[in-house]
């Protein structure tokens, strides 16, 4: 039962962490219309989220080497509190940029130390529990836009406040729940943080190589994804609601692909779900019907969250106790470095004048070509898993 409790008050917090992230997408055109910038300007709001999640990643692997991760995880929560009420206060660009770029830390902080924490929890069920957990972290993504439409009645203000608030909390009852459990002592061993990610270089490699260019290109869709909705036809309101739906798709999907992450051949799945992903962003950028959006939107939105248990699954089941947090802290930092730069990229695109289809497309179609030769390595036996 205390294991359960502090299960929970760690899906309460990743919860709040991800709206952290997350919250940013659909204030973009608030951003654009309150500091008059551009759409250049603006994804780089977005994308110092993403970056500042993958700045402190190496430094918190060394950390755990040193630190039991149940307090690393405390610790992410009130960098959390802190910088969402300095991102709050902010009047200028630069204010707001750093503020955003704090709030990733936190995140960072958190999936670091906490997904290693969480299978060594639940050493049995790792793709399980990694699902639950993703899962809740995925409700922030869902609640996110009518969030954010609730504290525009007030000031956009507020939605940073209530994250703050949230974090002080939930920071407060998760170490009330860490002290009152017995912690898992397999993490003990890994005290050696460049030999042991040296040590597993290979396993990083490959699963950079299968996940890394899909979440890049997934940046790049999801926050552009109301805009690029507006661009199919859809009111201010259906577009709203649409990247609604790609977020609540991702519910399901995440607790289903965890789960599915314990039973199939992981090599084989994450190519699998990456081939999918790329053959319905081609297939959204060839129809216009609500009715066809619709249900592209939501496969689009199920297929790409499956994704993310089942790259935590393929590495915290793969690797030792005795490298698990160091390598996993590299692989980390590099993977949430390749996606961060996703919204800057296709906005810097889009400003010169590319159109939505034809940028998606492009990157759908590099993603089918890479599934292919990684499927033909991984048949000749050269992919470890």
């Not at 969030?147 to 007030?154: D, N």
């Not at 979440?215 to 552009?224: D, E, L, T």
Request: net charge neutral; charged share 10%.
């Amino acid at each position: 039962m205390s294991r359960a409790r502090l299960f929970g008050s760690l899906c309460g917090l990743v919860f709040l962490l991800n709206l952290a992230r997350i919250v940013f997408a659909p204030l973009l055109d608030v951003f654009i219309a309150e500091f008059a910038i551009g759409e250049a300007t603006a994804g780089l709001i977005a994308t110092l989220v993403w970056v500042g999640s993958a700045s402190l990643r190496l430094p918190t692997g060394w950390v755990l080497t040193k630190v039991p991760r149940h307090r690393v995880v405390v610790a992410s929560g009130i960098v959390l509190a802190a910088s969402s009420a300095f991102a709050a206060t902010a009047t200028t660009v630069p204010h707001l940029m750093a503020g955003a770029f704090l709030m990733g830390v936190a995140s960072g902080i958190y999936f670091v130390s906490a997904n290693p924490l969480l299978s060594e929890l639940y050493p049995s069920r790792v793709g399980r529990v990694m699902g639950i957990h993703g899962a809740a972290s995925q409700l922030a993504a869902v609640i996110a836009a009518p969030f954010v439409a609730l504290s525009l009645l007030v000031d956009w203000r507020l939605a940073l406040w209530v994250i703050a608030a949230g974090a002080a909390l939930g920071t407060a009852y998760t170490w009330i729940a860490a002290k009152g459990t017995e912690m898992p002592t397999a993490g003990r061993a890994d005290r050696q943080f460049v030999a042991g990610a040296l040590s597993e270089w290979r396993i990083i490699v490959t699963a950079l190589a299968l996940v890394g260019a899909a979440v890049f290109v997934w940046q790049g869709v999801f926050n552009f994804y109301e805009l690029y909705m507006q661009s199919k036809g859809l009111s201010d309101r259906t577009a709203g609601t649409m990247l609604t739906l790609v977020f609540a798709a991702g519910v399901p999907a995440f607790y289903v692909g965890g789960d599915l992450a314990d039973r199939f051949p992981h090599v084989p799945y994450l190519l699998g779900i990456v081939g999918t992903f790329a053959a319905c962003l081609v297939a959204l950028t060839l129809v216009e019907g609500l009715f066809a959006l619709v249900v592209l939107t939501a496969l689009l939105g199920f297929v790409v969250h499956a994704l993310f248990p089942a790259a935590d699954t393929y590495l915290l089941d793969t690797l030792p106790d005795s490298t698990r947090g160091s390598a996993y802290a590299v692989f980390s930092s590099v993977w949430m470095l390749t996606q961060s730069l996703g919204s800057w990229t296709v906005g810097l695109i889009l400003e010169r004048g590319y159109a939505y289809d034809a940028v998606f497309a492009t990157a759908a179609l590099c993603l089918g070509v890479s599934v292919i030769g990684l499927a033909i390595l991984e048949r000749a036996g050269r992919l470890p898993s």
